[in-house]
C-alpha cells in the first residue's frame, strides 16, 4: 500500500498536462514510466504464492 504513495507526485504531473497545458519532457516521461514500472514490480513480488508453491515435505513413493 505505501508504495502507491508515489502516484501522488504522477498524478500531479498528468494534471499539470492535461488542465494546464503543461509541457512534459523526455526525462519527466521516463521518470513516469519507470514509476509505474517500479510499483507494477513491488505490488508482484508482494503477491501470495501461487498453488504450484514448492512443499518443503517429501513425497510418499507409495512403497511401504
Known amino acids: 500500500m505505501s508504495s502507491l504513495l508515489f502516484l ?6 498528468l494534471l499539470g498536462w492535461l488542465f494546464l497545458d503543461q509541457t ?12 509505474i514500472g517500479s510499483i507494477w514490480l513491488s505490488q ?3 503477491r501470495q504464492p501461487s498453488n504450484k508453491a514448492i512443499s ?6 507409495g512403497r511401504t
Open 8 to 13: 501522488s507526485p504522477l498524478t500531479a504531473v
Open 24 to 35: 512534459l519532457t523526455l526525462l519527466q516521461i521516463a521518470g513516469l514510466v519507470f514509476i
Open 44 to 46: 508482484r513480488a508482494n
Open 56 to 61: 518443503l515435505e517429501p513425497e510418499s513413493s
